[in-house]
């Protein structure tokens, strides 16, 4: 992660401003964007899709299947999956893929699971 320049996190919504908080502590540029696929493909290297049981609203997989189509990097998170290997795979295709500046999209309710919480903490920063 310590190659991360900039995250890219969806305007006008409770988990990305919880995202904000912590990439405010973390010393991380954040930038508010509008999700416009054909501007996004444009400023991000990669996308990362937090989800509860893998509930992933139409938005976010059409978003995703952009990416794809693009071989732009795509990595989703169950939130409710084994906290441990979550962390790990993260950490993992962040540095496989050289990540540097990530699209990071999540549900607005995902702010009140208390695994958001546990899992940004865990993340080696």
Known sequence: ???????????????????SNWAEGKSVPVEVVELKPEE??????SLVIFHE?????????????TFDAKHIPVHKIDINGTMVVAVSQFEIWLERNKCKNILVLGDAELKDNG????FFATLKF
């Not at 992660?1 to 995202?19: Q, R, S, V």
């Not at 996004?40 to 290297?45: A, M, W």
């Not at 049981?53 to 299947?65: A, G, M, Q, T, V």
């Open 53 to 65: 049981n893998h509930n992933i609203i139409k938005e976010y997989s059409d978003l995703r299947e």
């Open 115 to 118: 695994n958001i919480e546990r």
């Open 1 to 19: 992660m310590k190659d991360l320049k900039k995250i890219y996190i969806e305007n006008g919504n409770d988990f990305a401003t919880y995202l």
């Open 40 to 45: 996004l493909i444009e400023q991000c290297d």
